[in-house]
T-cell receptor
Framework: NAGVTQTPKFRVLKTGQSMTLLCAQD?????MYWYRQDPGMGLRLIHY???????AKGEVPDGYNVSRLKKQNFLLGLESAAPSQTSVYFC???????????FGSGTQLSVL | GESVGLHLPTLSVQEGDNSIINCAYSNSASDYFIWYKQESGKGPQFIIDIRSNMDKRQGQRVTVLLNKTVKHLSLQIAATQPGDSAVYFC?????????????FGSGTRLQVQP
């Protein structure tokens, strides 16, 4: 039972480069989320999706885009990476009612 | 929870003692609360949740208490073990923000001394 799987686990980018983080869940969950976590801080919501084909902005959406073409996948894109986007990124999913979230193991991203 | 920037509040306890981790929330529209445990290098893991129509809920070695009058949530861990060392986050479901996502506090680090 894989749960929520994130790829890659680590990535180093140069300023201005682009990349896509992939999140996959096998629990048939409707809701999916991307959070970022910075040292000593909690999780801040970047974007989320309430179902296939839908996306919505969270607290800190600037500089990121997302897509939910398939129910099981949620992609997070950085169009032009900046050092301020150095962070640990977590994907999560939940069923109806957006209650108990299941998290992936995270992606450590460094932007130089 | 209150943001504390780069420095997480830390609770240090002796192995075998009980631990109490506190969380303040500000949104009276929140109706559901949840505690997560995050070990170093891992994603947050669910511990226990509680709805706003309850004051207390117990799990295995953990108890969550909710005081809606003062908007306070606490997590009690009985007979704390070294494996309990982690960062603990509270999160709430806020219906009035328009965002269908949990809002997380900044976390508390629990250190268990052997």
């Amino acid at each position: 039972n894989a749960g929520v799987t994130q790829t890659p686990k680590f990535r180093v980018l140069k300023t201005g480069q682009s990349m896509t983080l992939l999140c996959a869940q096998d629990m048939n969950h409707e809701y999916m989320y991307w959070y970022r976590q910075d040292p000593g801080m909690g999780l801040r919501l970047i974007h989320y999706s309430v179902g296939e084909g839908t996306t919505a902005k969270g607290e800190v959406p600037d500089g990121y885009n997302v897509s939910r073409l398939k129910k099981q996948n949620f992609l997070l894109g950085l169009e032009s990476a900046a050092p301020s986007q150095t962070s640990v990124y977590f994907c999560a999913s939940s069923g109806q009612g957006w209650e108990k979230l299941f998290f992936g193991s995270g992606t450590q991203l460094s932007v130089l | 929870g209150e943001s504390v920037g780069l420095h997480l509040p830390t609770l240090s306890v002796q192995e075998g003692d009980n631990s109490i981790i506190n969380c303040a929330y500000s949104n009276s529209a929140s109706d559901y609360f949840i505690w997560y445990k995050q070990e170093s290098g891992k994603g947050p893991q669910f511990i226990i949740d509680i709805r706003s129509n309850m004051d207390k809920r117990q799990g295995q070695r953990v108890t969550v208490l909710l005081n809606k009058t003062v908007k306070h949530l606490s997590l009690q861990i009985a007979a704390t073990q070294p494996g309990d060392s982690a960062v603990y986050f509270c999160a709430e479901r806020q219906w009035d923000t328009g965002r269908r996502a949990l809002t997380f506090g900044s976390g508390t680090r629990l250190q268990v001394q052997p």
